[in-house]
């Protein structure tokens, strides 16, 4: 990405904004996204960060009206009962990359009307095939609002929550861990509200889904060897480069929410949550630490390779190896490793000590 001459601090996002279209909220990204792009050199990776998911919230919250107008002019009429569009994972903390994928969803009010049901499974198809259109590349795990699964009124989403907590399989502790970051973008904030407080709830009374967490956690692939040797891929596409998104982000990301899950901390940002746990346990130099590594694995995912094929978006995660060898990138990789690393044995620690306290 090229250094932008003489850049405002700012992107433009009144096309976005006022787009009536598909075309013209395309165009409103398109313009949007090239500025980002160009500004990336001149900013502090937080500062960046925050741009491009402010960029990323104003396109899904005009999406919705685009497709509402739409699905009216397809003889839908008008939404029949409030709902919010939620955003998961990356989206929900606000750490996506420009060229980040769908993670979102629908809650809908528990409101009785006979064509709710139609409208929303047309709605949530046309919402997420909207977003491909601008962008935006299918979620491989289907988390979107395309999917039952992710598209259901509130009281559905309970029954959801409550069953995904009773059982403690690796999927649905993932799935937990997925919409732990929940966050609205647009629609009836009193529903996303009460989701919230429900999935609280229901973790506060379930120690034992907090180990669950724990033990879902503290699984992440070898980043450093015995010799302090950073771990590249070895087979296939991406044999000799480096794994940012597992290999670095998604660990700090994962330790950090179990963390702040575990101190009552209501932030979905992953830096937040650091300041909000740097300031519960102050002077603890590992959180300190954890800081500059997540820094420094937000900047190696703006770094990571990505395709545009049809004008969607789609990013390896992965690091190439002509990065690796800039020995200042290599230096904060090898640092930030080495805090993943103590982080993972001090959180293997409380998974030990609370498996030994299990009856």
């Given at each position: ?241 480096f794994d940012v998104k597992y290999g670095v982000y998604i ?15 209501n932030e979905t940002s992953t830096l937040k949550r650091l ?85």
């Amino acid at each position: 990405m090229e250094p932008m001459k003489n850049a405002e601090r700012e992107p433009d996002l009144s096309m976005i904004r006022f787009a009536a279209t598909r075309e013209q909220l395309r165009d409103g990204r398109l313009a949007c996204q090239s500025w980002i792009e160009h500004a990336y050199p001149e900013m502090p990776i937080d500062v960046w960060t925050a741009l491009v998911n402010d960029m990323h919230d104003e396109v899904a919250a005009r999406a919705t009206a685009v497709c509402e107008a739409e699905l009216e002019r397809a003889g839908y009429g008008p939404p029949p009962v409030p709902y919010a569009l939620v955003v998961f994972g990356s989206s929900g903390r606000r750490e996506s990359t420009p060229w980040s994928d769908q993670d979102n969803g629908l809650i809908v009010s528990d409101e009785a009307h006979g064509q709710k049901d139609r409208y929303f499974a047309a709605f949530g198809r046309r919402l997420s095939d909207l977003l491909e259109y601008l962008g935006y590349e299918k979620c491989k795990g289907k988390v979107m609002c395309s999917e039952p699964a992710w598209n259901k009124t509130l009281e559905e989403w309970k029954r959801q929550l409550a069953r995904w907590h009773r059982d403690y399989s690796w999927e649905n502790v993932r799935c937990l861990m997925i919409a732990s970051d929940m966050r609205r973008i647009a629609g009836d904030p009193s529903l996303a509200e009460a989701w919230k407080q429900f999935f609280a709830v229901r973790m506060n009374d379930s120690p034992e889904m907090t180990t669950a967490f724990l033990r879902n956690t503290v699984r992440h692939k070898a980043t450093l060897n015995i010799l302090g040797q950073v771990v590249t891929e070895r087979f296939g596409d991406h044999a000799g480069d480096f794994d940012v998104k597992y290999g670095v982000y998604i660990p700090l990301v994962n330790s950090i929410r179990y963390m702040a899950l575990q101190e009552g901390v209501n932030e979905t940002s992953t830096l937040k949550r650091l300041e909000r746990l740097t300031l519960l346990d102050g002077g603890n130099l590992l959180l300190e630490n954890c800081q500059r590594a997540f820094l420094t694995a937000l900047t190696l995912r703006a770094s990571a390779s990505y395709t545009i094929r049809d004008g969607v978006y789609a990013s390896s995660g992965y690091l190439p190896q002509s990065e690796l060898k800039k020995k200042t990138l290599l230096y904060k990789l090898r640092e930030s490793l080495t805090t993943v690393r103590r982080m993972h044995r001090a959180l293997n620690r409380r998974l030990r000590f609370a498996e030994r306290g299990r009856p």
